[in-house]
């Protein structure tokens, strides 16, 4: 099986799709024949720099999601010679429009290319197209999709994978603190998602956060600057002056910065499967995040839940477990053993190989 890992937006964007690509590539290689197709960034070793029009340049000229739609039509078009030349079995990929602009050429030219979408957004049920194999990372949009009458056999349950030791820095409390001029007797909530209002929420954190009027609570929030960020950082100057740090840090940073935190807040509403979750959990932070049988399923009893649309319920959270340490570090465990036990690569790689196997299978 030759397989190609499809992201445009590997190298220049950090989300969870971008993450899990290169986690991806990561465990599959010397698994299988694995090349990693990327939008930007330096060629490396069975990795491939697909030319395309970036977000980034077109949001200079249009809206950021007709700028992203622009960048996957781009670096569909130029992708598919690549996957003819090198006689290319599967393609694994995220971006759903991308997908879509392949699915038309594969049609087109009667490619043999099988294409394997990641529901990481997630995508409802009523826009996956008919004539792809979808890989359903979370048992909630898996039963969504069984419920429109999405056939079982164009779908696997397998969720997203991560390397837990990864994100276990060796740096100390006080040693990571200092790295990002964290103040070292506060307790320190971090946050670490795209800077948004709209799907994130990060001003309902921020409106949290100030509500408790605790000069000892600090709140650190990391993330890929989108155009709702200068509002958010008007936000927290004049809610939390002194008391708050917005960042953007290079992903092999993030351990560090989990290494400095107390609390993880994740206050979406929905996700598919977030990745920081993993990686808070991994590095043993105590997560909060919504309470939805979605998160629940996702991180079982690893987490703490709230519902993250009612004004307070964070205020009340977290001032009930910033006095318990015992609670904290039994869920700092709780969620070590939950990335071990259910998102490690040594357990999920049999099963990616096994969908793989199926999907080539079913559609030869």
Partial sequence: MRMVIACCGLEHTRRGYESFARELFGALSGQVDVTLCKGSGKRQPNEVVVPCLRRNFLARFMNPQTAYRWEQITFAIALFPYLILKKVDLVHYSDGTAGNILGRLVRFTGSRVKLLLSNGGPYSAQHLRPDIFIQQICGECYKEALAFGIAPERMRLVPYGINPEQFRSSESREAAREQFSLPHDSFVILSVAALNRSAKRLD??????????????????AGQPTPETPGLRELAAELLPGRHIIVTVPRARIP???????????????????????????SGVPVISHNTSHF????????????????????????????????????????????????SWNVLIPRYLKMYESVLSAWR
């Fill in 204 to 221: 309902y954190l921020i409106r949290e956060v100030a509500a408790l009027r605790d000069n000892s609570v600090f709140l650190c929030i």
């Fill in 256 to 282: 560090t910065l989990l290494a400095a935190a107390d609390l993880f807040v994740l206050p979406s509403l929905a996700e598919g499967l977030p990745m920081v979750l993993l990686e808070a959990c991994s």
């Fill in 296 to 343: 629940q399923w996702a991180l079982g009893d690893a987490a703490l839940y709230i519902d993250m649309a009612a004004p307070g319920a964070l205020v009340s959270k977290i001032q009930e477990v910033a006095s318990q340490p015992e609670v904290l570090r039994r869920f700092s465990v709780l969620g070590k053993t939950r990335a071990e036990n259910c998102y």
